[in-house]
């Protein structure tokens, strides 16, 4: 899937670019999840509400490692996710650092407790889709590339520590056990 707020979006629309096919099962994540209290878990919105989560304005801060997929580089920046919801659609409006990005569509899939997402790219390029799967407060994007005979598995990781931060990690993987950091960092919501 391509990614969903901040840094993780940019490097993965630019694999979405050459072929994306979100099929990866999630795994456990390198980004270890902090306590959070299970009270808010369990009486947060469920189904497609839960994606009430990425609404707001967000401050990123985050670095990326020297990989065969990424380079190495600090990121700070603004994101807004300008988002509301339609019957059984959620859609967001992605912004980054003012400026409008990406037209994000979520669907939900209760027997399969599987989400769906659709990145509308800005200036006319082809749709992308990914899935979503949440587990408590890890939310998990993953996907894969196929280039020749050799199949790359990647993944973005977001964990919810507080209703108002995420540290993610974008991760891939030649064997979809055995993963490798790319990038990691924090987002931290300022204004709902």
Not at 5 to 26: E, F, K, N, T, Y
Not at 49 to 73: L, P, R
């Amino acid at each position: 899937m391509c990614r969903f707020v901040s840094s993780i979006w940019i490097g993965m629309i630019a694999l979405c670019a050459i072929g994306v096919a979100a099929q990866a099962p999630q795994q456990a994540p390198a980004v270890a999840p902090q306590q959070q209290p299970a009270q808010a878990a369990e009486q947060g919105p469920g189904g497609i509400d839960v994606i009430t989560m990425y609404s707001g304005t967000w401050k990123v801060q985050g670095e990326h490692f020297a990989t065969a997929y990424s380079q190495v580089g600090k990121e700070e920046k603004t994101l807004r996710n300008d988002c509301w919801k339609s019957g059984a659609y959620y859609a967001c409006n992605q912004f980054m650092d003012g400026e409008s990005k990406v037209l994000l569509i979520f669907t939900y899939n209760d027997k399969e407790k599987m989400y769906t997402t659709y990145q509308i790219p800005q200036g006319g390029a082809a749709a992308g889709s990914g899935k979503l799967q949440i587990v408590g407060n890890i939310w998990t994007f993953p996907w894969q590339v196929t280039m020749g005979e050799t199949t790359i598995y990647f993944r973005v990781v977001n964990v919810f520590t507080g209703a108002d931060r995420i540290d993610y990690a974008q991760e891939f993987s030649p064997d979809n056990v055995h993963w490798n950091a790319m990038a990691k960092g924090s987002e931290t919501r300022v204004s709902k």
